[in-house]
Structure formats: structure tokens, C-alpha cells
């Protein structure tokens, strides 16, 4: 298996692990990330702000009380651009015998283009360091401060101590025109402060963590009561679905063995048909054949009126012998069980020709013979024979057509004729018709007859198929 296979596969078995969760089960853990994550961003900025808000006010403090004890002595700078062995002096003295001191544990004083104009190292001065952020700043007008953050060159040596350190630039300003002309840098140790951080930090923290938590909580009570319901009725509804499932099985069961029961009908009725149609070309009709032949040869002895009389009755015998030898024609069958189903078809529109003399136009094209029982096919020939009688009887025998189309889905079949169309009422059909609807929707095929609107009527039936007959 290919790494792209066994990922996929991977894939597919955690995608169907995940959606066999609970709602509130998958809300839990979607939620649990997006909260988490949120924890950290949030928790992140807020302690962020709160350091800096922190770091800012303790150095505006220390600032002011550092501009006001410096300030004045550095004032000279602005004169002469450098401070005298005076002001060296003073600074020494306030940053070694003065609670000051104490706290701060060193001091730059810097110019503009970044040189160390004084420190308490005095290697350090008349060093230039590059310009960073914080200096500019300074620079600039700002005061600016920072917590534990020495990783400049310039402040190396401050890094060394291992202090907590609140690293602070002030900017110094020319007394009568407020230019800034120096800045002053000095390290505080910030031991109080690192506490008062590490304090507001674990209170942010905190509040941000119970406050998800709560939320979290909250949504997930929801979503848990949302799915407890959801699934409730999940299984109501595969329940009902079962009870459908159970009672549609019994219907289709039921439907199947209505439908068996109505083709064995059919098939009865249709052997009760071509016996009658037998007994009645062996029976009446024999004997009507003898009565015709004995009724000539007794008028050939009869004269006058008895005579004319008795040709007569002759004649009526004669026709009623055509008649019942034309309905014992047509209460038979011709052999349809092993014919392909177009050569039904063409059987019953020939019989149809040869007994009535009206032709009939046929069209049949069958992709594939389909695999009918004997009551479709015995019903297919019935459906031509009958809509072939009502055309010719309603018609005149005017335009009739027969039209079979059969794939290995489905059977349509439709005769059509030429003349008057149906009458406009509800049921237009006869009893020829009706018996004819109710055979087609026996084997669940549809039954349909209507007038055509370019003149004449039609009928249709449609039957499913069961696929190729032979292969």
C-alpha cells in the first residue's frame, strides 16, 4: 500500500470514528480546542497589557522623582555638551550615599548621536553603542521603560548581575525651551515589581481560564441537552422508520401476491375463454352446420311460398353459424407462449385483417425481447385484439395504427385510430375497455385511452419488464 493510500484510508477511519460521536460529544472536543487556543491568545494579550501598564506606571514614577533629583545638575549639557568634574561629583554622590543608590544599580547618561557621555562604570564613558529602539524613543521625548529585557551590547554588564531589573530612559530636557538635549539611563531593581507581575499575571491568567471554562461549560450544558433531545428522537424516528420499513415489506408482499393472484385469474379466465371458444366450434356450431345443410336440402323439395320461407330460416342459421364461428375464433388463442413478443403482436393485428378486412398499420421496435409471464403476453395479444375491435367498430376502420416500443425496463404498447376520438364524459370506456384496464393494472402495468388531438382516439397500456429474455 502506497503512504497516499494508507493516508486516505487513515482519513476515512477517523472521519467515520468522528461521525459516529455525539453531537455533544463532538461539540466537546471542536470546543475544547477553539477554547484552549483562545485561553492562550487572550490570556497572552491581557497579561501583555497588564505588564506594560505595570512597567509604565512604575517608571513614570521613578522617572519623575529621577527628573527631579538629576535634572538640574544635567542642565548644563545643553551648554556645553558635556558634564563638569562638578556634576561628575554630585551624580557619585547620589548614586553611592543616597537611598537612591541603593535601588539604582547603574547609571548612563547618553547623547544624541549615542555616546556615553557618563556612567558609573567609567569604562563606559566616551563609548558609542548603536541607537536602539528604546534610545530613540528617548530620543524622541518619551519616556520608556522595560522589565528583565537586557540583551543589548550596552547592557550586558547589567545582564551579568542576575537581578530583576526595570530598565528605564529619560529623556532630558532643556529647562526654557524644553529641548531634548541627553538622556539619561539608569537600571532600578525591581525585586517588588517582579512580584507585582508574576501576581497579575496569575490573576490574569485566572480570570481568563475560569471565564473560558465557564463559558465552555455553559455552551456545552446546551449543546449536551440539544443533543440528548436530537437523539431522543433520533430513535423515535428509526424506530417509526422500522415500523414503515415492516409495513411496506407487507404491502409489497401483499401487492405481489395480489398481483399473482390476479394473473392466475387472467390466465384462468383465458383457458375458461378458449375452452368455451372450443365447445362452441365443436358443439352449436356443428350443429348449426348440420341444420344449414338440412334446411337446402328440404327446400329443394318444397315449392312456393314454403319454399321462400324456408330459405329464409336458412339464411338465418347460415349467419348465425358465421357468428358463432367467428366468436369461438376469437375466444381462442393462437400459440404466443414461445413467439418473440413482436410476432404476438403481428398475430392478433393479421387476425384482426383477415377477419374484418381493415388494415392496420404496424410499428414495433423491441431493443431487447423482454421476459414477459404468460399473462403479460396473453394480455399484450388481448390489448391488440380489443383496441383492433372498438377501432373498427367506432372508426369505420379509418386509420388504425399499432405501435410497440419495449426495452429491458419497460413495455409500451398503443393503438390508435382515426376516427370520432371518445366521447367527452367521466369513463368513456366500454366494457371492452374497462375489462382491458382492469387486466393491465392486474399485472401492475398503467392503462390509459384518450382522444388524440389530431383526430382520432387512442389507448396505451404500459408494463415494467424483467430484463432480457434469453441470453
Known amino acids: 500500500m502506497t503512504i497516499a493510500a494508507s493516508y486516505r484510508a487513515q482519513h476515512g477511519e477517523l472521519r467515520s470514528r468522528w461521525s459516529r460521536l455525539s453531537l455533544a460529544t463532538r461539540f466537546a472536543a471542536a470546543a475544547s480546542v477553539v477554547l484552549v487556543v483562545a485561553t492562550l491568545v487572550i490570556g497572552a494579550v491581557v497579561t501583555a497589557r497588564i505588564e506594560d501598564a505595570v512597567v509604565r506606571n512604575s517608571a513614570n514614577a521613578t522617572a519623575l522623582y529621577m527628573d527631579n533629583v538629576i535634572g538640574p545638575i544635567l542642565q548644563q549639557v545643553s551648554r556645553s ?23 539604582v544599580v547603574s547609571f548612563k547618561f547618553w547623547s544624541a548621536d549615542g555616546q556615553v557621555i557618563w556612567a558609573d562604570n567609567n569604562a563606559n564613558e566616551g563609548r558609542t553603542f548603536p541607537l536602539t529602539d528604546d534610545l530613540r524613543q528617548a530620543l524622541s521625548g518619551e519616556v520608556v521603560a522595560s522589565f528583565d529585557d537586557l540583551h543589548e551590547e550596552e547592557s550586558s554588564e547589567e545582564a551579568a548581575l542576575g537581578l530583576p531589573l526595570l530598565e528605564i530612559y529619560l529623556p532630558v530636557r532643556e529647562v526654557w525651551s524644553g529641548r531634548v538635549v541627553a538622556v539619561a539611563e539608569f537600571y532600578e531593581i525591581a525585586e517588588g515589581l517582579a512580584g507585582d507581575l508574576r501576581a497579575a499575571r496569575a490573576a490574569a491568567w485566572a480570570a481568563v481560564g475560569i471565564t473560558t471554562l465557564l463559558l465552555g461549560g455553559v455552551l456545552y450544558a446546551i449543546v449536551l441537552g440539544g443533543s440528548h433531545t436530537i437523539e431522543v428522537q433520533r430513535r423515535a424516528l428509526d424506530q417509526r422508520l422500522g415500523q414503515l420499513r415492516e409495513l411496506s415489506a407487507r404491502n409489497e408482499e401483499l401487492r405481489l401476491r395480489v398481483q399473482a393472484a390476479a394473473s392466475r385469474s387472467a390466465t384462468q379466465t383465458d383457458r375458461t375463454m378458449r375452452r368455451i371458444g372450443a365447445d362452441l366450434h365443436d358443439g352449436p356450431a356443428q350443429h348449426l352446420a348440420y341444420a344449414a345443410l338440412r334446411l337446402d336440402a328440404l327446400r329443394e323439395r318444397l315449392e312456393g311460398p314454403v319454399s321462400d320461407e324456408m330459405a329464409r330460416v336458412a339464411g338465418a ?9 367467428a366468436v369461438s375464433r376469437g375466444l381462442q388463442l393462437p400459440d404466443i407462449a414461445e413467439r418473440p413478443l413482436e410476432a404476438t403482436v403481428k398475430a392478433a393485428v393479421e387476425a384482426h385483417e383477415a377477419r374484418t378486412g381493415h388494415c392496420v398499420t404496424l410499428e414495433a421496435t423491441c431493443s431487447t425481447e423482454p421476459d414477459l409471464d404468460p399473462a403479460a403476453r396473453v394480455c399484450v395479444f388481448r390489448f391488440v385484439q380489443e383496441g383492433l375491435n372498438n377501432a373498427s367498430r367506432h372508426a369505420k376502420g379509418v386509420g388504425l395504427e399499432v405501435a410497440l416500443t419495449c426495452d429491458d425496463q419497460e413495455l409500451r404498447l398503443a393503438v390508435r385510430d382515426q376516427g370520432p376520438g371518445l366521447p367527452d364524459i367521466p369513463r368513456p370506456e366500454g366494457m371492452g375497455l374497462s375489462g382491458l384496464r382492469d387486466r393491465v393494472e392486474s399485472l401492475g402495468g398503467t392503462f390509459a385511452a ?8 387512442e389507448i396505451i397500456m404500459t408494463l415494467e419488464t424483467r430484463g432480457p429474455a434469453w441470453t
Open 317 to 325: 342459421v347460415t349467419e348465425a353459424l358465421t357468428e358463432v364461428r
Open 81 to 103: 555638551g558635556e558634564l563638569t568634574p562638578g556634576a561628575h561629583r554630585a551624580l557619585h554622590e547620589i548614586l553611592e550615599n543616597t537611598p537612591l543608590g541603593d535601588r
Open 450 to 457: 384518450r382522444s388524440r388531438p389530431e383526430g382520432g382516439a
